[in-house]
């Protein structure tokens, strides 16, 4: 058996009046993640950690940020395109694993939510994805509330030789 792993990193800012998405799910916010897509942080660490440990470069590789047809995209497309081609080179999701930096708002209680739509996107069991968060006791521009920066990790797995 064939095993690799990933790592993903993303940062977007955070301003008034945009809608606020992570882990696929809708948040109620006064700030909203700026982004060319929908600029969910947490899914875009997600994509790069499931790229990079199947070596398919990275998600501004195959959904550039300058290509109109991704502007205002559900990044659940995108993970769920994501999961194709890591599937096309033989490999399956094993775990993730994220960490999401974000002073507000307090996001424990949606992520059960997050966990079951990542989960059903990657045609995973629920089991194989885990979320945390912190919030770096406001320093840095995610202490300061000005962005949100997420991290990812992956495991995936090949019986093919």
Not at 91 to 117: A, F, G
Request: glycine share 8%; with cysteine; proline share 2%.
């Amino acid at each position: 058996m064939k095993i690799r792993t990933g790592f993903g990193y993303d940062v977007h800012r955070l301003e008034s009046g945009l809608d606020f998405w992570l882990g696929g799910i809708k948040i109620e916010h006064s700030k909203g993640a700026l982004g060319h897509s929908d600029a969910d942080c947490l899914i875009h660490a997600v994509c790069d950690a499931l790229l990079g440990a199947a070596n398919k470069r990275d998600i501004g590789y195959w959904f550039p940020d300058n290509d109109e047809k991704f502007k205002g995209i559900d990044s659940k497309i995108l993970l769920k395109e994501v999961c194709k081609i890591i599937r096309q080179a033989g490999y399956e999701v094993s775990n993730i694993d994220c960490t999401i930096c974000l002073q507000k708002p307090k996001i424990k209680d949606y992520i059960p939510k997050m966990c079951e739509v990542l989960s059903s996107v990657m045609a995973t069991d629920v089991d194989n994805v885990s979320i945390k968060a912190t919030t770096e006791e406001k320093l840095g521009f995610t202490g300061r509330e000005e962005g949100i920066a997420c991290y990812a990790t992956c495991l995936i797995y090949s019986s093919l030789k």
